[in-house]
């Protein structure tokens, strides 16, 4: 039998306090993984209250850690604090992401630089400070999107972020091959978590003409791949972009 044990494996797993992020942290520990869940700390306090409860949920293998990836500072902090806890750091997964939706012509600066700064700089700040601390062998899994390779009408935003991940992993990758780190992307089609309900429902339906399995990936099926990334099983993959959106090209 082949299975996926992570026992002793330490993972960071950045915007895990729900949807995508959470149910990643939910594989990662039922595989045995210490698990750290970092939010943001948003003014209603919603974002930490979400993250206590999921790491409650979880069991004493997993721990919150609030910072914001786009602040530099606060993030190596958070890596060091994290290895420093479980005894050293194995996997990092850079979900946290935002959208802000709005055509060119119509799209602020602000809106620009706003998803510009989470979605690539955020990784950025998290794979710098994650292989600084990292031990060697270890996984990093970044979050791209099927935006970023067919593009949707009013993201260019987060296209052009999620496609600067997908360049910055494959440098990273040979950057950190010889540690036996390996580097991937996970790109996603829709998945049916808050954010892709933020999707207007007449738009789902046109998606979903696109899709041959007639149907949107629920976010287990997403962190799937993810978990297996991280895994032993994985252990020649690197500077990859794995794909999960059902067979939809366009």
Not at 61 to 75: P, Y
Not at 169 to 183: H, M
Not at 188 to 211: C, F, H, Q, W, Y
């Given at each position: 039998?082949?299975?996926?044990?992570?026992?002793?494996?330490?993972?960071?797993?950045?915007?895990?306090?729900?949807?995508?992020?959470?149910?990643?942290?939910?594989?990662?520990?039922?595989?045995?993984?210490?698990?750290?869940?970092?939010?943001?700390?948003?003014?209603?306090?919603?974002?930490?209250?979400?993250?206590?409860?999921?790491?409650?949920?979880?069991?004493?293998?997993?721990?919150?850690?609030?910072?914001?990836?786009?602040?530099?500072?606060?993030?190596?902090?958070?890596?060091?604090?994290?290895?420093?806890?479980?005894?050293?750091?194995?996997?990092?997964?850079?979900?946290?992401?935002?959208?802000?939706?709005?055509?060119?012509?119509?799209?602020?600066?602000?809106?620009?630089?706003?998803?510009?700064?989470?979605?690539?700089?955020?990784?950025f700040n998290v794979c710098k400070a994650g292989t600084a601390a990292m031990?060697?062998?270890?996984?990093?899994?970044?979050?791209?999107?099927?935006?970023?390779?067919?593009?949707?009408?009013?993201?260019?935003?987060?296209?052009?972020?999620?496609?600067?991940?997908?360049?910055?992993?494959?440098?990273?990758?040979?950057?950190?091959?010889?540690?036996?780190?390996?580097?991937?992307?996970?790109?996603?089609?829709?998945?049916?978590?808050?954010?892709?309900?933020?999707?207007?429902?007449?738009?789902?339906?046109?998606?979903?003409?696109?899709?041959?399995?007639?149907?949107?990936?629920?976010?287990?099926?997403?962190?799937?791949?993810?978990?297996?990334?991280?895994?032993?099983?994985?252990?020649?993959?690197?500077?990859?972009?794995?794909?999960?959106?059902?067979?939809?090209?366009?």
């Amino acid at each position: 039998m082949v299975g996926i044990d992570l026992t002793g494996k330490t993972a960071i797993i950045t915007g895990a306090g729900r949807g995508l992020g959470l149910a990643t942290a939910q594989r990662l520990y039922a595989a045995g993984a210490n698990v750290a869940i970092n939010e943001y700390d948003d003014p209603s306090g919603e974002n930490h209250t979400q993250a206590e409860q999921a790491a409650t949920d979880l069991g004493d293998r997993a721990a919150v850690v609030m910072a914001d990836v786009r602040d530099t500072d606060a993030i190596e902090v958070m890596v060091d604090n994290v290895a420093a806890r479980f005894g050293g750091l194995d996997i990092v997964v850079n979900n946290a992401a935002i959208l802000r939706d709005r055509t060119l012509k119509k799209m602020s600066a602000t809106e620009w630089q706003s998803v510009i700064d989470t979605n690539l700089t955020g990784v950025f700040n998290v794979c710098k400070a994650g292989t600084a601390a990292m031990r060697d062998g270890g996984r990093i899994v970044n979050l791209a999107s099927i935006s970023a390779v067919i593009g949707f009408f009013g993201q260019t935003n987060y296209a052009a972020a999620k496609a600067g991940v997908i360049g910055l992993t494959r440098s990273l990758s040979r950057e950190v091959g010889a540690r036996q780190i390996t580097v991937n992307a996970v790109a996603p089609g829709v998945a049916l978590t808050d954010m892709g309900l933020t999707i207007p429902e007449n738009v789902r339906e046109e998606m979903l003409k696109s899709i041959p399995l007639g149907r949107f990936a629920e976010p287990r099926e997403i962190a799937d791949v993810i978990v297996f990334l991280c895994s032993d099983l994985a252990s020649h993959v690197s500077g990859q972009v794995i794909h999960v959106n059902g067979g939809w090209w366009g």
